[in-house]
Structures are given as structure tokens and as C-alpha cells.
């Protein structure tokens, strides 16, 4: 019930106030009600306007809450895939940087002026010294 009052309550009552009160203006001219029960009517309608009208205003105010909410969620999103842009470049340049090493390593290597040891590590070659 409360779910479709959700929904429709509001479109509803634009419906229905218009045609109460043309029905209200109606009686009370042809005198089938009274002056005093025309304004009470008119006081319920009028009541029941405004509190439409703070029904509206409440949710367009969640409405909006959520959009902020959303957008910074997207802000977030666009600084964090920045983020991640920016160390993919990083990561490439670091792959560059270290292909180059690769490369001037087995340029040293070639030449003789570096051997790698059984385990990896390097070591310059230079002509033994007899420490005497």
C-alpha cells in the first residue's frame, strides 16, 4: 500500500485536488453547502498542497544527495584510474630502463668485460693481483 503511495500519492493528488475543489466551488454556488464548509475544505486542500509540496521537496532533496554522492564516487573513480594510467607509464618506463641494463649488460658480457658467475651475480673481470 505504502509502496504505491510512493509512487502515485503525489501525481494523484494533482488529479484529485483540482476536481474537489472545482466540485467545492460548484456546491457552494448552487448553495448545497455552506460558506463555512466551503472553507474548511478549501483549509483541507490547501493543508494537504503544502504538505504535498514538502513530500516533493524531501525526496528531490535525497534525489540530490544521491547524485553528489554519485559524483564523487565518480571523481574518485577518474583520480583512481589516473592513478593507475600514470604507473602504467612508470611500469613501462621502468621495462624500458630495464631492457636497456639487459642490452649494455650483454654488450659487457660480449666484450669480456663482465662475467657472470654460476649464481648470477656479476663481477668485474680484471687481471689477477698477487698480493705479496
Known amino acids: 500500500?505504502?509502496?504505491?503511495?510512493?509512487?502515485?500519492?503525489?501525481?494523484?493528488?494533482?488529479?484529485?485536488?483540482?476536481i474537489i475543489l472545482i466540485s467545492v466551488i460548484a456546491l457552494s454556488s448552487f448553495g448545497l453547502i455552506s460558506?463555512?464548509?466551503?472553507?474548511?475544505?478549501?483549509?483541507?486542500?490547501s493543508l494537504e498542497a503544502i504538505y504535498i509540496a514538502f513530500f516533493i521537496r524531501a525526496r528531490l532533496n535525497k534525489a540530490v544527495n544521491r547524485l553528489e554522492d554519485m559524483e564523487s564516487k565518480v571523481l574518485?573513480?577518474?583520480?583512481?584510474?589516473?592513478?593507475?594510467?600514470?604507473?602504467?607509464?612508470?611500469?613501462?618506463?621502468?621495462?624500458?630502463?630495464i631492457k636497456t641494463l639487459q642490452m649494455d649488460l650483454y654488450a659487457l658480457k660480449k666484450t669480456g668485460s663482465i662475467k657472470l658467475s654460476g649464481n648470477g651475480h656479476r663481477r668485474a673481470h680484471s687481471p689477477t693481483v698477487s698480493h705479496s
Not at 1 to 18: A, D, E, N, T
Not at 76 to 97: C, F, P, T, W
Open 76 to 97: 574518485g573513480m577518474r583520480e583512481n584510474e589516473m592513478d593507475v594510467s600514470r604507473m602504467q607509464r612508470e611500469l613501462i618506463y621502468a621495462g624500458h630502463k
Open 35 to 45: 460558506s463555512q464548509v466551503a472553507l474548511l475544505l478549501f483549509s483541507a486542500i
Open 1 to 18: 500500500m505504502f509502496k504505491i503511495f510512493r509512487k502515485f500519492g503525489p501525481v494523484l493528488f494533482f488529479i484529485i485536488q483540482p
